[in-house]
């Protein structure tokens, strides 16, 4: 079964820094991608996902993340984060028809 | 709102207590799912019905039940659980099962369970 490794599961930065979460899986098949956020007091919501085609995906909010099948990573990016980022992230691997999610990262925003 | 409502929000039971929680989807979605999510640790998936019948259950144990009397409601009967049950309880929808396409699932918020 694959599983989702998630890094740095704290992380603490100013507004206008600039975010990556790390986000590595071990299944060698065919995958789908995704990254979920959950805000403070809501449900797990779809940020980003990649299916197949142009590797480098772009989602909601100014986040993006990157498909790189040599390094079995799909990092979220986000150049300029806001103090509205603040949240949990959870990346997400579907392959061999099972989902697996990653343990989260809570980023904490500080205006 | 995502379409998908869970009650109750909050539970606290004893060990030796029968509840029930329940999810309902307005999304005319065809599988449902359960989810544990524990801090610390990956969302862990308990069960997936599709079509109103369970295809999935990934060794959960039987003090937990589940239930999916039609496609837009899904139930989880507890009964004499373990302190190390208490997390909170996700309940997920999509078009169809994740084996037949690529399906976004949509969440909802989640009952927060304590077992004393």
């Known amino acids: 079964a694959q599983s989702v490794s998630q890094h740095n599961h704290h992380v603490i930065l100013s507004e206008a820094a600039s975010l990556e979460l790390g986000c590595n899986y071990s299944y060698g098949g065919t995958v789908n991608l995704f990254w979920y956020v959950q805000y403070p007091g809501q449900h797990l919501q779809l940020l980003l996902k990649?299916?197949?085609?142009?590797?480098l995906v772009k989602g909601i909010k100014g986040f993006e993340a990157e498909f790189i099948k040599s390094k079995f990573s799909f990092n979220l990016r986000k150049p300029s984060v806001q103090w509205s980022d603040t949240a949990e992230y959870f990346c997400a691997v579907k392959g061999n028809n099972r989902l697996a999610f990653g343990k989260g990262n809570q980023v904490v925003v500080i205006p | 709102e995502t379409g998908v409502t869970q009650t109750p929000r909050h539970l606290v039971m004893g060990m030796t207590n029968k509840k029930s929680l329940k999810c309902e989807q307005h999304l005319g979605h065809n599988a449902m799912y359960w989810y544990k999510q524990s801090a610390k640790k990956p969302l862990e998936l308990m069960f997936v019905y599709s079509l109103e019948e369970r295809v999935e259950n990934n060794s959960v144990p039987s003090r937990f039940s589940p239930e999916c009397p039609n496609s837009s409601h899904l139930f989880l009967h507890l009964h004499t659980l373990q302190p190390e049950d208490s997390a909170l309880y996700l309940c997920?929808?999509?078009?169809?099962?994740?084996?037949?396409?690529?399906?976004?699932?949509?969440f909802g918020p989640g009952t927060r369970l304590t077992v004393l």
């Open positions: 990649y299916f197949s085609g142009d590797p």
């Open positions: 997920a929808s999509s078009q169809d099962r994740l084996a037949v396409t690529y399906n976004e699932q949509f």
